[in-house]
């Protein structure tokens, strides 16, 4: 059975960071696409950054206009883990933050996700 499982939400005031993890359990996801997406109180869940595999070298990132510079996607195929490096957070990055992987390989950043986590709560203070 597949699951993912985020964990590294919490509180912090304006202009701190956070760091997201999401632990991947029943199988690998080296060569597919993984992502975080957010939902805000009211609001439609948003892309926030991707990772994909690049047969040549390095994982190719991609992120949201809104979260370009400030956030960082990475992933550690050893410890099937991927990570969120959020910094300098405004409150208007509080939302349930949750990873996704996708089952084909090199799926495109914003195409359809097969597997889910639960979310965890990011909350910002002003």
């Known amino acids: 059975q597949v699951q993912l499982v985020e964990s590294g939400g919490g509180l912090v005031q304006a202009g701190g960071s956070l760091r997201l993890s999401c632990k991947a359990s029943?199988?690998?996801?080296?060569?597919?696409?993984m992502g975080w997406f957010r939902q805000a109180p009211g609001k439609e869940r948003e892309f926030m950054a991707a990772?994909?595999?690049?047969?040549?070298?390095?994982?190719?990132?991609y992120y949201a206009d809104s979260v370009k510079g400030r956030f960082t996607v990475s992933r550690d195929n050893a410890k099937n883990t991927m990570y969120l490096q959020m910094n300098s957070l405004k409150p208007e990055d509080t939302a349930v933050y949750y990873c996704?992987?996708?089952?084909?390989?090199?799926?495109?950043?914003?195409?359809?996700?097969?597997?889910w986590g639960q979310g965890t709560q990011v909350t910002v203070s002003s």
């Open positions: 029943g199988r690998t996801f080296r060569q597919q696409t």
């Open positions: 996704a992987a996708q089952d084909r390989v090199q799926g495109g950043p914003r195409g359809d996700y097969d597997y």
């Open positions: 990772v994909s595999w690049n047969t040549a070298g390095a994982d190719y990132t």
